[in-house]
């Protein structure tokens, strides 16, 4: 970005760089708080559900006392894995290493192992040396989090306030619909930054215009951020304001209005879509949240940054989450992006199960790899092929020696927003420091 008064600037080494990945590693992701499986992947004795974080395998475990563990997925004998299965859920009444046969129970305690005379009986007794490591766990909007720091603040504390505006949205009564890993040549930060501002709209995203706003209203929540994409009117920026469109149309059809005796204009389908949700809420349905959102809650996509590795693009109906994770190689131009498709299902409807797979980013249209059923939505049919289908080609440019730093508007104050804060966590600040420094700023959108 261009440099600012206070002379921060965003370096372009820090996309590339293997030592910034490592400091990113000891400060950023070994230290703060990341979203992990769903509630019910963990749910009965037994169920243990694998999750990878750059180097680490992490395993969380439903042991026999009905608690949910965090454990490194670590044999203490000579640090193999123990699930060798690839990232999702999994089965287990013990863990047994395949190399030497050391045995774990589910709480992570040491069992059985061979030959237990020839080892040192008070080192085996010392639990801190042969139990498997834990990581923290606690529960939020239907997900476990989970951090690697033992000196991390709570999760509530860390939410801060945008705990309590998430709620509004009842996320723990969806389920997963599907859930699709890709794989990219990027930096994790390069993919992050294409889905924190809505400014490419206008050229990236044109169609849009059609049927949404692309000037997205951005509040700061202390470490955390939110925007708002307006959808059910067209753009200021589109030609037409006063024909139902074909995309309005299709909106209109969506939500059970018949567009051919649709009697308003272009201008008039946001809130007759807001009508017809509040009309579903006074017969008592309470399948979706609608009687705890505000009316703009009702039609527009509200997209919350959870600092530093999660996004909520949240509609009433379903929500997709956007999770980066850095790659098991530790190649800083790779990493793993997460789409989660999640809902909560209408009486008598099923949906098949989802089979997560992860998939090189580009060989596949996104649109094809995901599969979200009756759900797709122009999101999904016209915006993410086009942001996915760039961020390695914005990766190779910011290799290059003509790009010594980027410049930023005010549409994109939340990348601003975010590297600021990785910066200065490298630089020794804790993350309880900045909880306490970044203001939580009055809503800069209406809920209008």
């Not at 050391?102 to 305690?109: N, T």
Request: with cysteine; glycine share 8%.
């Amino acid at each position: 970005m261009n440099q600012t008064r206070d002379g921060f600037r965003i370096d372009p080494d820090w996309y590339w760089s293997r030592e910034r990945a490592d400091l990113e590693w000891d400060h950023v992701w070994s230290k703060l708080w990341h979203m992990g499986p769903r509630i019910e992947e963990v749910s009965e004795p037994g169920d243990v559900y694998v999750h990878s974080l750059g180097r680490e395998s992490l395993l969380f475990v439903h042991d026999d006392d009905g608690e949910v563990r965090g454990l490194f997925n670590v044999c203490r004998h000579r640090g193999n894995r123990l699930l060798l299965s690839e990232d999702g859920p999994a089965y287990a009444t013990q863990f047994k290493c395949a190399f030497h046969g050391w045995c774990f129970d589910l709480s992570g305690k040491l069992g059985e192992i061979p030959y237990r005379e020839r080892f040192d009986p008070a080192l085996l007794a010392d639990e801190t040396r042969t139990a498997l490591a834990r990581f923290r766990v606690e529960q939020f909007a239907g997900w476990y989090w989970f951090t690697l720091d033992d000196q991390a603040p709570d999760l509530a504390t860390y939410l801060g306030p945008i705990g309590p505006r998430l709620a509004a949205y009842q996320l723990e009564k969806a389920q997963i619909v599907d859930y699709k890993t890709f794989e990219f040549g990027a930096n994790w930060k390069t993919v992050f930054d294409a889905f924190n501002e809505s400014y490419h709209f206008q050229t990236l995203h044109s169609d849009i215009l059609s049927w949404g706003n692309e000037d997205a209203p951005i509040t700061l929540l202390n470490i955390h951020s939110y925007m708002v994409n307006e959808y059910g009117r067209p753009s200021r920026m589109y030609p037409d304001q006063e024909g139902v469109n074909p995309s309005l149309q299709a909106l209109l059809q969506a939500n059970g209005i018949d567009p051919a005796t649709f009697p308003g204009k272009a201008g008039d389908v946001r809130a007759a879509i807001r009508d017809a949700k509040r009309a579903r809420q006074a017969t008592g349905d309470e399948t979706f949240p609608y009687a705890t959102l505000n009316d703009s809650q009702l039609t527009d996509a509200y997209h919350y940054m959870l600092f530093p590795s999660t996004h909520f693009n949240l509609f009433p109906e379903f929500y997709v989450t956007l999770r980066y994770r850095p790659h098991p190689s530790g190649d800083p131009e790779k990493m793993y992006f997460d789409f989660i498709m999640c809902a909560a299902l209408e009486e008598g409807e099923t949906v098949p199960l989802y089979e997560h797979r992860v998939v090189r980013g580009g060989t596949e249209r996104v649109a094809d790899v995901l599969q979200w059923g009756k759900r797709n939505h122009p999101i999904v049919n016209q915006v993410l092929d086009e942001d996915v289908g760039l961020v390695e080609f914005v990766q190779r440019g910011q290799r290059s020696q003509s790009f010594e730093e980027g410049i930023l508007g005010l549409d994109e104050r939340r990348i601003d927003h975010f590297h600021r804060m990785i910066d200065e966590l490298i630089q020794g600040q804790s993350i309880a420091d900045l909880i306490k420094r970044y203001a939580v700023e009055p809503d800069a959108h209406s809920g209008v």
